[in-house]
């Protein structure tokens, strides 16, 4: 790609520059671990570091905490405060232990149906 000029049109930007743009403004954003986005929220560069700031927030919960990370498509992410009921847990555990059926066994009993 040639260098762009900051009075360049858009319209003079092909798909694959602009593609490497956000590639290069997403390598720069992981390279800081931490910083501080407009809204007060501090964004992690990599789960990891994320996960390693929640560790130490010792009795909050993710949502208590304003923070996130940025995933690997370019994404605001988090983890959630969300824990199954005890029941639901039990459901879970229950459609584990069920028997599975191979995807290429699947395949070709639909195959025979269409």
Same mark, same amino acid.
């Given at each position: 790609?040639?260098?762009?000029?900051?009075?360049? &049109?858009?319209?003079?930007?092909?798909?694959?520059?602009? $593609? !490497? #743009?956000? !590639?290069?403004?997403?390598?720069?954003? /992981?390279?800081?671990?931490?910083?501080?986005?407009?809204?007060?929220?501090?964004?992690?560069?990599?789960?990891?570091?994320?996960?390693?700031?929640?560790? !130490?927030?010792?009795? $909050?919960? &993710?949502?208590?905490? /304003?923070?996130?990370? #940025?995933? *690997?498509?370019?994404?605001?992410?988090?983890?959630?405060? +969300?824990? &199954?009921? &005890?029941?639901? *847990?039990?459901?879970? *555990?229950? #459609? /584990? !232990?069920?028997?599975?059926?191979?995807? *290429?066994?699947? +395949?070709? /009993?639909?195959? $025979?149906?269409?």
């Amino acid at each position: 790609m040639s260098e762009l000029a900051l009075d360049q &049109p858009l319209t003079a930007l092909t798909v694959g520059d602009l $593609k !490497k #743009i956000l !590639k290069e403004l997403i390598e720069e954003l /992981r390279q800081q671990e931490v910083y501080i986005d407009q809204e007060g929220y501090l964004v992690f560069a990599s789960e990891a570091a994320y996960a390693n700031y929640l560790d !130490k927030q010792e009795g $909050k919960l &993710p949502s208590g905490v /304003r923070a996130y990370f #940025i995933d *690997e498509q370019g994404y605001k992410a988090f983890y959630s405060d +969300w824990v &199954p009921t &005890p029941e639901y *847990e039990k459901e879970l *555990e229950k #459609i /584990r !232990k069920e028997p599975t059926v191979e995807a *290429e066994v699947v +395949w070709r /009993r639909l195959r $025979k149906l269409g």
